[in-house]
């Protein structure tokens, strides 16, 4: 599974002709700051496809990046951006929840990215059991595997498969580039 190429298409904050095109999306969403888009630049093998930062809610639009001329990638804002002003996390959180509850927009695959080190929060199960309750096909990214520490690593994953129930769960870190033969081989199927 390779990718031979990766461009970015365009921003979109609501409906638009592009999500109807036909081609198949893969997105990616998580809280603000699990490394979404850093996880996308991993997959590409390029540090700047999306745009990263250590400051939560960073993207601020559905992003769309289009793969190997057939596929969508698309990242989405993380949800739980403390630090943002009430109305944008608001409308944040409104346009992540339209494009996957509201509108009909199919998702080929849903990556749900969790942060490995702190494992899975109160609002990664709520976004988990939405995304359940509306039949997605969901994969779960723990990201940041690097930061665990080795003695702990093994009952820390005890602890994630615990709480994410039945759903494929990959050990992932964008940083090391560990875990991403194993998402193209699920998501470029
Ligand atoms: P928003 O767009 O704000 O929701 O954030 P995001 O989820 O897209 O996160 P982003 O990719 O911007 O990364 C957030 C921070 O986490 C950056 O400082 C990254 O360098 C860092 N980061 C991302 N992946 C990893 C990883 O695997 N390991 C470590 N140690 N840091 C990471
Ligand atoms: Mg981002």
Known sequence: M???SAKFIKGVLGSDNILEDGIPQVA???RSNVGKSSVINS???RNDLARTSSFPGRTQQI???LINNSLY???LPGYGYAK???ELKDSLRAMVNWYFFVSNYQQKKVVLIIDASVGPTGDDLDILHNLEDYKKDIIVVANKTDKIKQTEYEEQFKTIKKLIGAHKIIPYSAKKKIGVEELLGEILL
């Open 2 to 4: 390779k990718i031979e």
């Open 28 to 30: 990616f969403i998580g």
């Open 63 to 65: 992003n769309l990046f």
């Open 43 to 45: 997959l590409v093998n």
């Open 84 to 86: 943002l002003p009430g």
């Open 73 to 75: 990638f698309v990242d």
